[in-house]
């Protein structure tokens, strides 16, 4: 069983900060990466930021210079900082697992976390 749980959520003023954590729990060989999605009311989950067990990092455009994605314990926790966070930033965010699919792991694929609430007021 892989078990995702994110936290750090909250609310805060337009140009504040806030660090989400993910932590990764159960039987997990290896993570391949790990990501952050949001998700707004009444539009399609987004990809926000990713990180490779390589050590690679990549953001979407509207985040690009402000949030920040980093993990530690070969990616069983991730986090993203989160600065100057503007009103758009209001979503759930979403901590995803991309687990290989070795002959020993019973579990593989994509795992999702609850979410955290992130909302930015102006």
């Known amino acids: 069983q892989v078990q995702l749980v994110e936290s750090g959520g909250g609310l805060v003023q337009a140009g504040g900060s806030l660090r989400l954590s993910c932590a990764a729990s159960?039987?997990?060989?290896?993570?391949?990466?790990m990501n952050w999605y949001r998700q707004a009311p009444g539009k399609q989950r987004e990809l926000v930021a990713v990180?490779?067990?390589?050590?690679?990092?990549n953001y979407a455009d509207s985040v690009k210079g402000r949030f920040t994605i980093s993990g530690g314990d070969a990616l069983n926790s991730v986090y993203l900082q989160m600065n100057s966070l503007k009103p758009e930033d209001t979503a759930v965010y979403y901590c995803?697992?991309?687990?290989?699919?070795?002959?020993?792991?019973?579990?593989?694929?994509?795992?999702w976390g609850q979410g955290t609430q992130v909302t930015v007021s102006a």
């Open positions: 159960g039987r997990i060989p290896s993570i391949d990466s």
């Open positions: 990180i490779t067990s390589g050590g690679s990092r």
């Open positions: 995803n697992a991309e687990i290989p699919c070795l002959p020993a792991a019973t579990m593989c694929g994509h795992f």
